[in-house]
C-alpha cells in the first residue's frame, strides 16, 4: 500500500506503515513525520530518529521581542532562545493607620500598572498594666512632729495599676509666743496680736487692755441674746458655732481665753468669778474687773448670753394605730353595650375589659370605649413603668379560640397588636410585671394537642417594653405543664398556678394536682409541691404576701417567700375566680352566681361582703380609697372609711428662745424623710388614711435661733 503524507511548516503526521506499504512525505520547515513500523520485510521504508536541545538562554531587553534559533540540524535541532525580561515593579508603603488595642494587624495593597503600595494597620497597645487605666490614691495622712521631714509611702494594688500614697505631714514650728496647740496646749495668737494683749496656757485666762482694737467673738460656741453691749458690738443674734463677727472699742479690759478642749459637762475657768462656763443650756457671763481705763463704760457693763445648742425634745410622738372599715357595696354603672371580661386599675386609670374592647374612665363617673385589634377577648391588663399598658387574652369571642391576644398601648385608649406568636388553640389568661418584663401566661383546650395525640408543649411570653414579644417553652425537665391559669410577682419571685398539671411519659398524660411552678427571673421555672392537692385558679402578691386561691372550698393560703405556704380561713365556702390584690386590700371574687365577695388586708383574716345582686364576678381592682368588682354585665363598687391618726412632740431650749417645728414622714423605714407641707405645730393630724398608709413613720424637726435643729425619735402609723 502506498501512503502519501504532507506535513505543513511546524505540523506532524503519525504513520502506521505494514509490510509492502511505501510512504512518501512532504514536510515542510520544522515538520514531522513519524513512522510506527509493522513487520517490514523487507520493505523499503528508512526510519529516521531526531533530537532536540536548547543550546542556549538570554535575557532580553523589557519590551523586546522573544526569538527561537535553531543552530543545529534538521534531524538533530538545537536551539537558542531570547526571552524579555519583565516590566520594572515599585513596591511602596503608603498609610499607616492605628487600630484598636487587641485587633489584629491588617495590610492592603493597591497596585498602578507595575507599582505596588501596601496600607498598614497596627493596634494601639494595652492601656497601662495588664490593660488596667492606672489609679491614684490618698490613704492615711499622719501629721508628724515639727520640724521632721514630710513622707510618702505608695501601696500597690491590682498588679502594680494601683496606687495608694500614706502621707506624713510635719507639724509647723512653734508660734514666737507660745508653744504649738497640739495636745490641749495653749492657742499661739498671731503675729498681729497687740503686745499688751496678753496670753495663758490652756483653760486660764489672761487680763489684757488695749485701745481701739477689733477681735473676733469666741467661735466655739453659738450665742444669742447679748444684753448690754456697746453700739459698736454685734447684736446679731443668729450668730452659729463655726461663724465669728469682729468688733472694736475703745479702752477696755477682758478675759482672753486662749484654748478650751475636751469640755464635758461643767468647767470653771481659773479667772473664777471673771469666766464661768457650765454645761449645755447654762449662762455665759464675761464680767469687767478692776483696772479698766477712762472709758470704760463704752463696754457697756457685762456681756450676758446662752449657749443655745441646749435644743432638746422633752415629749417624742408616739406610734400610733387607725382603723378603716369597707362601706357596703353598691351598684355600678358598667360601659354600655359590652359583655365584660374583668377589670383592672393601673396608673390612675380604670380599665373595664369587654369582648372586643377596653373601656377606660378616671372617675367611674363615664367611661370611653376603645377596640381591640381583631375582636379578641383580653383576660387581662398590665403596665410598667418607662413601658406601655399591655393586655392578654383569647381569640375571637365567637368561633375558635385561635389567634391568641396580646395587645399594647402607650396611653390606655388606642390599642395595637403586639409583635408576638403563639400555637393555636391557646389564650392568655394572665401577665405579671417584674425584673423589668411583663411575663404572660397561657393555657390550652381540649386534650392540649396538635390534633394527632402528639402533646403540645406549653409555652408562655416575655417582652421587655410590651411590644416585641419572645415565645418561650418551659423546660423538658418540668415535665408537661398543662393549663397555668394565673401568674403574680412579688419579693423577686414569680409565682404561676395550674388548673391542672400534666407529666408526660411517651404518649401517656398522668394527671397531676400536686404541683405549681416558680421563678426567680421570669424565663426560668421551677417545680413546686402545693400547700395541698388540688386545683387552684388565681395567686395575687401585696404587703409582702402572696395569697393562693383554690377553685373552691373554704380555704386560702399565704406565703412570704412564695415557696412555703400557711392555710388561712375563710367566712364562707364556694367556688372562687380570682384573687387580686386592689389597692392595700386582696378581694375574692365567686366565679358562680352569688352575693359574696371577700375581702382582707393582710391575706390572713378575711371579712365578707354582700353585692348588691347575685352574680359571677370575673376579677377586681382598687385605687386605695374604692373597690371594685366586675362580672359579665355588671360592676359593683364599696369605698372605704377614712381612718385618722395624730403625733404631738414638744422640744424647749434653755434661752427660752421661740421653738419652730416641721413634721416629716418616710415611706422607706426611715432612709430617707421629706416635709409634711403646712405641718409646722408641734401636733401633726393626719386624716383620710387608708391600709395604704400602713406602714409610714413621722417625725419631728425642731429649730431655735442660733441652734442646730434636733430632729425627733420616729412613729409608725398602722392602718388596719
Given at each position: 500500500?502506498?501512503?502519501?503524507?504532507?506535513?505543513?511548516?511546524?505540523?506532524?503526521?503519525?504513520?502506521?506503515?505494514?509490510?509492502?506499504?511505501?510512504?512518501?512525505?512532504?514536510?515542510?520547515?520544522?515538520?514531522?513525520?513519524?513512522?510506527?513500523?509493522?513487520?517490514?520485510?523487507?520493505?523499503?521504508?528508512?526510519?529516521?530518529?531526531?533530537?532536540?536541545?536548547?543550546?542556549?538562554?538570554?535575557?532580553?531587553?523589557?519590551?523586546?521581542?522573544?526569538?527561537?534559533?535553531?543552530?543545529?540540524?534538521?534531524?538533530?535541532?538545537?536551539?537558542?532562545?531570547?526571552?524579555?525580561?519583565?516590566?520594572?515593579?515599585?513596591?511602596?508603603?503608603?498609610?499607616?493607620?492605628?487600630?484598636?488595642?487587641?485587633?489584629?494587624?491588617?495590610?492592603?495593597?493597591?497596585?498602578?500598572?507595575?507599582?505596588?503600595?501596601?496600607?498598614?494597620?497596627?493596634?494601639?497597645?494595652?492601656?497601662?498594666?495588664?490593660?488596667?487605666?492606672?489609679?491614684?490614691?490618698?490613704?492615711?495622712?499622719?501629721?508628724?512632729?515639727?520640724?521632721?521631714?514630710?513622707?510618702?509611702?505608695?501601696?500597690?494594688?491590682?498588679?502594680g495599676a494601683n496606687v495608694t500614697l500614706?502621707?506624713?505631714?510635719?507639724?509647723g514650728d512653734p508660734g514666737t509666743s507660745?508653744?504649738?496647740?497640739?495636745?490641749?496646749?495653749?492657742?499661739?495668737?498671731?503675729?498681729?496680736?497687740?503686745?499688751?494683749?496678753?496670753?495663758?496656757?490652756?483653760?486660764?485666762?489672761?487680763?489684757?487692755?488695749?485701745?481701739?482694737?477689733?477681735?473676733?467673738?469666741?467661735?466655739?460656741?453659738?450665742?444669742?441674746?447679748?444684753?448690754?453691749?456697746?453700739?459698736?458690738?454685734?447684736?446679731?443674734?443668729?450668730?452659729?458655732?463655726?461663724?465669728?463677727?469682729?468688733?472694736?472699742?475703745?479702752?477696755?479690759?477682758?478675759?482672753?481665753?486662749?484654748?478650751?478642749?475636751?469640755?464635758?459637762?461643767?468647767?470653771?475657768?481659773?479667772?473664777?468669778?471673771?469666766?464661768?462656763?457650765?454645761?449645755?443650756?447654762?449662762?455665759?457671763?464675761?464680767?469687767?474687773?478692776?483696772?479698766?481705763?477712762?472709758?470704760?463704760?463704752?463696754?457697756?457693763?457685762?456681756?450676758?448670753?446662752?449657749?443655745?445648742?441646749?435644743?432638746?425634745?422633752?415629749?417624742?410622738?408616739?406610734?400610733?394605730?387607725?382603723?378603716?372599715?369597707?362601706?357596703?357595696?353598691?351598684?355600678?354603672?358598667?360601659?354600655?353595650?359590652?359583655?365584660?371580661?374583668?377589670?383592672?386599675?393601673?396608673?390612675?386609670?380604670?380599665?373595664?375589659?369587654?369582648?372586643?374592647?377596653?373601656?377606660?374612665?378616671?372617675?367611674?363617673?363615664?367611661?370611653?370605649?376603645?377596640?381591640?385589634?381583631?375582636?379578641?377577648?383580653?383576660?387581662?391588663?398590665?403596665?410598667?413603668?418607662?413601658?406601655?399598658?399591655?393586655?392578654?387574652?383569647?381569640?375571637?369571642?365567637?368561633?375558635?379560640?385561635?389567634?391568641?391576644?396580646?395587645?399594647?398601648?402607650?396611653?390606655?385608649?388606642?390599642?395595637?397588636?403586639?409583635?408576638?406568636?403563639?400555637?393555636?388553640?391557646?389564650?392568655?389568661?394572665?401577665?405579671?410585671?417584674?425584673?423589668?418584663?411583663?411575663?404572660?401566661?397561657?393555657?390550652?383546650?381540649?386534650?392540649?394537642?396538635?390534633?394527632?395525640?402528639?402533646?403540645?408543649?406549653?409555652?408562655?411570653?416575655?417582652?421587655?417594653?410590651?411590644?416585641?414579644?419572645?415565645?418561650?417553652?418551659?423546660?423538658?425537665?418540668?415535665?408537661?405543664?398543662?393549663?397555668?391559669?394565673?401568674?403574680?410577682?412579688?419579693?423577686?419571685?414569680?409565682?404561676?398556678?395550674?388548673?391542672?398539671?400534666?407529666?408526660?411519659?411517651?404518649?401517656?398524660?398522668?394527671?397531676?394536682?400536686?404541683?405549681?411552678?416558680?421563678?426567680?427571673?421570669?424565663?426560668?421555672?421551677?417545680?413546686?409541691?402545693?400547700?395541698?392537692?388540688?386545683?387552684?385558679?388565681?395567686?395575687?402578691?401585696?404587703?409582702?404576701?402572696?395569697?393562693?386561691?383554690?377553685?373552691?372550698?373554704?380555704?386560702?393560703?399565704?406565703?412570704?417567700?412564695?415557696?412555703?405556704?400557711?392555710?388561712?380561713?375563710?367566712?364562707?365556702?364556694?367556688?372562687?375566680?380570682?384573687?387580686?390584690?386592689?389597692?392595700?386590700?386582696?378581694?375574692?371574687?365567686?366565679?358562680?352566681?352569688?352575693?359574696?365577695?371577700?375581702?382582707?388586708?393582710?391575706?390572713?383574716?378575711?371579712?365578707?361582703?354582700?353585692?348588691?345582686?347575685?352574680?359571677?364576678?370575673?376579677?377586681?381592682?382598687?385605687?386605695?380609697?374604692?373597690?371594685?368588682?366586675?362580672?359579665?354585665?355588671?360592676?359593683?363598687?364599696?369605698?372605704?372609711?377614712?381612718?385618722?391618726?395624730?403625733?404631738?412632740?414638744?422640744?424647749?431650749?434653755?434661752?427660752?428662745?421661740?421653738?419652730?417645728?416641721?413634721?416629716?414622714?418616710?415611706?422607706?423605714?426611715?432612709?430617707?424623710?421629706?416635709?409634711?407641707?403646712?405641718?409646722?405645730?408641734?401636733?401633726?393630724?393626719?386624716?383620710?388614711?387608708?391600709?395604704?398608709?400602713?406602714?409610714?413613720?413621722?417625725?419631728?424637726?425642731?429649730?431655735?435661733?442660733?441652734?442646730?435643729?434636733?430632729?425627733?425619735?420616729?412613729?409608725?402609723?398602722?392602718?388596719?
Amino acid at each position: 500500500m502506498d501512503i502519501s503524507v504532507n506535513v505543513t511548516n511546524a505540523g506532524a503526521a503519525n504513520v502506521a506503515v505494514s509490510n509492502g506499504s511505501t510512504v512518501s512525505a512532504t514536510v515542510g520547515n520544522g515538520g514531522v513525520v513519524n513512522v510506527a513500523l509493522g513487520t517490514i520485510s523487507p520493505g523499503n521504508a528508512t526510519v529516521v530518529s531526531g533530537t532536540l536541545t536548547i543550546n542556549s538562554t538570554q535575557t532580553l531587553a523589557a519590551g523586546s521581542s522573544a526569538y527561537a534559533k535553531n543552530v543545529g540540524t534538521a534531524y538533530a535541532a538545537s536551539i537558542d532562545l531570547g526571552i524579555p525580561a519583565g516590566p520594572a515593579t515599585l513596591v511602596s508603603v503608603g498609610n499607616t493607620t492605628t487600630l484598636t488595642a487587641g485587633s489584629n494587624a491588617t495590610v492592603t495593597s493597591n497596585v498602578s500598572g507595575s507599582n505596588l503600595t501596601l496600607a498598614f494597620g497596627i493596634p494601639r497597645g494595652a492601656n497601662g498594666i495588664n490593660g488596667v487605666t492606672p489609679s491614684f490614691a490618698i490613704g492615711n495622712v499622719v501629721t508628724g512632729a515639727a520640724g521632721s521631714s514630710a513622707s510618702v509611702t505608695a501601696t500597690t494594688t491590682n498588679s502594680g495599676a494601683n496606687v495608694t500614697l500614706d502621707l506624713t505631714i510635719p507639724r509647723g514650728d512653734p508660734g514666737t509666743s507660745g508653744s504649738n496647740g497640739a495636745n490641749g496646749t495653749s492657742i499661739t495668737l498671731s503675729d498681729g496680736t497687740p503686745a499688751n494683749l496678753g496670753t495663758a496656757s490652756a483653760g486660764s485666762s489672761s487680763l489684757a487692755a488695749r485701745a481701739d482694737h477689733t477681735h473676733n467673738l469666741q467661735t466655739t460656741f453659738a450665742y444669742a441674746n447679748l444684753s448690754g453691749t456697746p453700739a459698736n458690738f454685734p447684736t446679731n443674734t443668729t450668730l452659729v458655732s463655726g461663724l465669728s463677727s469682729g468688733y472694736s472699742a475703745a479702752n477696755h479690759a477682758h478675759n482672753y481665753v486662749t484654748s478650751l478642749n475636751n469640755l464635758t459637762g461643767g468647767l470653771t475657768l481659773a479667772a473664777g468669778s471673771n469666766v464661768t462656763l457650765t454645761a449645755n443650756g447654762s449662762t455665759l457671763t464675761l464680767s469687767s474687773v478692776g483696772g479698766l481705763g477712762a472709758n470704760d463704760a463704752v463696754d457697756g457693763g457685762d456681756y450676758v448670753g446662752q449657749i443655745v445648742n441646749g435644743l432638746t425634745f422633752g415629749s417624742q410622738p408616739q406610734s400610733a394605730t387607725s382603723g378603716v372599715s369597707l362601706i357596703s357595696w353598691t351598684s355600678q354603672n358598667a360601659p354600655a353595650n359590652v359583655t365584660l371580661t374583668g377589670v383592672s386599675y393601673q396608673n390612675g386609670i380604670w380599665f373595664a375589659l369587654a369582648n372586643g374592647n377596653i373601656a377606660t374612665s378616671t372617675n367611674l363617673s363615664s367611661w370611653t370605649t376603645a377596640t381591640l385589634p381583631g375582636g379578641h377577648e383580653p383576660r387581662e391588663l398590665a403596665y410598667k413603668s418607662s413601658g406601655n399598658y399591655v393586655v392578654v387574652g383569647k381569640g375571637r369571642s365567637t368561633g375558635a379560640d385561635d389567634s391568641p391576644l396580646i395587645a399594647y398601648s402607650t396611653n390606655g385608649s388606642v390599642w395595637q397588636s403586639a409583635t408576638a406568636s403563639a400555637p393555636i388553640y391557646a389564650d392568655f389568661t394572665s401577665v405579671a410585671v417584674g425584673y423589668g418584663l411583663y411575663v404572660a401566661v397561657m393555657r390550652y383546650h381540649g386534650l392540649m394537642t396538635a390534633g394527632n395525640g402528639t402533646p403540645i408543649v406549653s409555652y408562655f411570653h416575655t417582652s421587655s417594653d410590651g411590644v416585641s414579644w419572645t415565645e418561650r417553652q418551659y423546660s423538658s425537665a418540668l415535665g408537661y405543664r398543662g393549663p397555668v391559669t394565673d401568674i403574680a410577682f412579688g419579693n423577686g419571685l414569680f409565682v404561676s398556678t395550674l388548673l391542672n398539671g400534666y407529666t408526660l411519659s411517651g404518649s401517656t398524660y398522668t394527671t397531676t394536682l400536686t404541683t405549681y411552678m416558680t421563678s426567680s427571673d421570669g424565663i426560668n421555672w421551677s417545680n413546686r409541691t402545693l400547700p395541698a392537692s388540688g386545683q387552684y385558679v388565681s395567686v395575687a402578691y401585696g404587703s409582702g404576701v402572696f395569697v393562693l386561691l383554690p377553685e373552691s372550698g373554704n380555704t386560702v393560703y399565704t406565703s412570704a417567700d412564695g415557696i412555703s405556704w400557711t392555710a388561712r380561713s375563710l367566712p364562707v365556702s364556694g367556688s372562687w375566680s380570682r384573687v387580686r390584690r386592689c389597692g392595700s386590700f386582696f378581694v375574692v371574687t365567686s366565679s358562680s352566681a352569688s352575693t359574696v365577695v371577700l375581702v382582707s388586708s393582710n391575706g390572713t383574716s378575711w371579712s365578707q361582703g354582700t353585692l348588691p345582686s347575685s352574680s359571677a364576678m370575673l376579677s377586681s381592682a382598687g385605687d386605695g380609697t374604692t373597690l371594685l368588682v366586675a362580672g359579665t354585665s355588671t360592676m359593683a363598687r364599696s369605698a372605704l372609711s377614712q381612718g385618722t391618726a395624730t403625733f404631738t412632740a414638744y422640744a424647749s431650749i434653755a434661752s427660752g428662745a421661740s421653738v419652730s417645728y416641721q413634721w416629716q414622714r418616710s415611706f422607706d423605714a426611715g432612709t430617707t424623710w421629706t416635709d409634711i407641707t403646712g405641718a409646722t405645730s408641734s401636733t401633726l393630724s393626719l386624716t383620710g388614711l387608708t391600709t395604704a398608709d400602713s406602714g409610714t413613720r413621722y417625725r419631728a424637726a425642731a429649730s431655735a435661733t442660733g441652734a442646730t435643729t434636733v430632729y425627733s425619735q420616729s412613729a409608725t402609723l398602722t392602718v388596719s
